[in-house]
């Protein structure tokens, strides 16, 4: 199993979901995605780089396993098991 963090935003937006890998010591895949579940970018975010901003507005931020990077395309659907958009405000 492998573990990963998926943060949730209140509106999507480029801003607001921008990171930073300041004091992060492993590389990781950056999957951002809008409301309707569909993947806005990709990146690989290298450890203790200043910050990554999606080219695309996105809701979600996935943050997994740099070996994962290839497992997403922007423009992919994306089923986040135990949510729907039917779920959210």
Same mark, same amino acid.
């Not at 921008?18 to 995605?33: E, K, N, P, R, T």
């Given at each position: 199993?492998?573990?990963?963090?998926?943060?949730?935003?209140?509106?999507?937006?480029?801003?607001?979901?921008?990171?930073?890998?300041?004091?992060?010591?492993?590389?990781? *895949?950056?999957?951002?995605?809008?409301?309707?579940?569909?993947?806005?970018?990709?990146?690989?975010?290298?450890?203790?780089?200043?910050?990554?901003?999606?080219?695309?507005?996105?809701?979600?931020?996935?943050?997994? *396993?740099?070996?994962?990077?290839?497992?997403?395309?922007?423009?992919? *659907?994306?089923?986040?098991?135990?949510? *729907?958009?039917?779920?959210?405000?």
């Amino acid at each position: 199993m492998e573990l990963g963090l998926l943060l949730r935003h209140e509106k999507e937006s480029r801003l607001d979901t921008a990171i930073h890998m300041l004091g992060v010591f492993i590389d990781l *895949s950056i999957i951002w995605i809008d409301s309707k579940h569909q993947v806005a970018d990709v990146q690989l975010a290298r450890r203790w780089r200043p910050f990554y901003i999606p080219t695309r507005p996105a809701q979600y931020v996935l943050e997994i *396993s740099a070996q994962r990077i290839a497992d997403f395309r922007v423009g992919e *659907s994306v089923m986040i098991e135990g949510l *729907s958009i039917e779920n959210e405000i």
